[in-house]
């Protein structure tokens, strides 16, 4: 039986608005769990263009509407480390699942998977980016991310 997952690495292009939005909704629930010793949670981006930034502004507030603080959150690429060390890395949408994949070795590929596969309760495959968009996009983000997160907490501890 494989070792349950207890570091899960979050990923979104930039590490600014879904992934960080992921990570601090996870670890919500899991403080909340009275877990936080049980898990290592972590999010980056496929791409390097907002690396040592903190999360977009409108990530941060509307995040923070829910009482999750984003603010020390800082973004970072993806390393190849990563593949090794987390015990699952979720995608935020295929076309980073798809860059994930060419990145990994075969023998990590299975810790690979799509957040939104973990939903419950959202209709859709992917959490959509927020980024160009207006409030509703963060909104929604958050509304699936919580979903997916509570699936996702529910499977692993299932698996303890």
């Known amino acids: 039986m494989p070792t349950p997952a207890r570091k899960i690495l979050f990923v979104c292009m930039g590490n600014i608005c879904r992934s960080p939005t992921a990570e601090g909704v996870f670890r919500d629930k899991v403080e909340r ?6 898990f290592k949670i972590d999010s980056a ?30 973004a970072r690429q993806v ?8 015990d699952l890395i979720l995608a935020m949408d295929k076309d980073n699942l798809r ?3 060419s990145q990994c070795p075969s023998a990590q590929q299975h810790k690979l998977k799509l957040m939104m596969s973990f939903a419950t309760h ?8 927020p980024y160009y968009g207006g409030g509703r996009g963060f909104d929604l983000v958050l509304d699936y991310l919580e979903d997916a997160a509570e699936g996702l907490l529910a499977s692993v501890l299932h698996k303890l």
């Open 33 to 38: 769990a009275g877990l936080s010793a049980e």
């Open 79 to 86: 390393q190849a480390s990563d593949f090794t060390q987390f």
């Open 45 to 74: 981006g496929t791409h390097a263009y907002h690396v040592g930034e903190a999360p977009d502004l409108r990530s941060q507030e509307y995040a923070l509407k829910r009482g999750i603080d984003l603010s020390t959150q800082r």
């Open 99 to 101: 860059l994930l994949q």
């Open 122 to 129: 959202s209709p859709s495959e992917v959490v959509p980016d």
